[in-house]
């Protein structure tokens, strides 16, 4: 079993920045793959980047390519969404999900019914 509780999310202004932060708990976290997702009001859950559980390999999605970082540290059993340059449009609630994934997996999860483990979410707000 694994537990997420993101943090970090918070009100601000258009080309400012924000630091997500999920944290697990369980012994065996560091061998999860985990992802964030944001679901804008009235639309669907989406993929926004992940992270393999070595933290070696990243994966993004197109329109946040540039200006989120995802990155974790094991030791922490800790992930984190760097996030610069905010647009009005990154304005949603951002979740961290977890899954394992072989150890020997290169492939890395965009869909979140791939995921098996989630957290309540953060609100992360961006005025124009």
């Known amino acids: 079993q694994v537990q997420l509780v993101e943090s970090g999310g918070g009100l601000v202004q258009a080309g400012g920045s924000l630091r997500l932060s999920c944290a697990g708990s369980?012994?065996?976290?560091?061998?999860?793959?985990v992802g964030w997702f944001r679901q804008r009001a009235g639309q669907e859950r989406d993929f926004v980047a992940t992270i393999s559980w070595s933290g070696g390999t990243a994966a993004y999605e197109d329109s946040v390519k540039g200006r989120f970082t995802i990155s974790r540290d094991n030791a922490k059993n800790a992930v984190y969404l760097q996030m610069i340059n905010l647009k009005p449009e990154d304005t949603a609630v951002y979740y961290c999900?977890?899954?394992?994934?072989?150890?020997?997996?290169?492939?890395?999860?965009?869909?979140?019914?791939?995921?098996?483990?989630w957290g309540q979410g953060t609100q992360v707000t961006v005025s124009a």
């Open positions: 999900a977890a899954v394992y994934r072989s150890l020997w997996t290169t492939t890395l999860p965009k869909a979140k019914a791939e995921y098996g483990y």
């Open positions: 369980g012994r065996t976290f560091s061998s999860y793959t």
